[in-house]
């Protein structure tokens, strides 16, 4: 159980190294539009959005191929496809039940789970915040945001 838990742990924090350089990848791409949206258009401001969505769903496939790897080389798997699918269920908590680890492992899945939730929500904090300095803001935009 104690090699389940480590492999998890570091899966879990090595998603979060990935969602993390994302982060700061998309808003240093697009820092010009959030920086100042008054000057943009509305479908230019509904394509910055979409670049956002697109480049975090992006980084969610590659977390979910991280963990399907981390399951491939455990033998959990029979292929990388299946791995993926059980990794993608699980880390959206959708939990199908038609895959499943072996006793030894299904904790790793509990705990992708709880790293999908965290993720998912870092994700919609920051489209939330994004989506409000895109279309809600009516200000020069904050100072603390423009140095970030």
């Given at each position: ?26 808003f ?42 981390a ?21 959206a ?8 680890l ?47």
């Open positions: 159980m104690l090699l389940q838990i480590i492999t998890a742990t570091g899966v879990l924090l090595t998603t979060i190294i990935v969602h993390g350089a994302a982060v700061m990848l998309l240093r791409m697009a820092r010009e539009p959030v920086v100042n949206p008054q000057k943009l258009r509305a479908y230019t401001r509904l394509g910055v959005s979409c670049f956002f969505v697109a480049g975090f769903v992006m980084a969610h496939m590659i977390e979910i191929m991280l963990w399907a790897a399951y491939r080389l455990a033998g959990e798997l029979k292929s990388f496809e299946e791995a993926t699918y059980f990794s993608a269920i699980t880390f908590t959708i939990g199908y039940g038609d895959v499943t072996s006793n030894e492992w299904r904790l790793a899945s509990a705990i992708e789970g709880v790293n999908g939730i965290l993720l998912f929500g870092w994700t919609t904090a920051f489209l939330f915040k994004v989506s409000e300095i895109l279309w809600f803001s009516r200000h020069a935009p904050r100072q603390d945001i423009a140095r970030s």
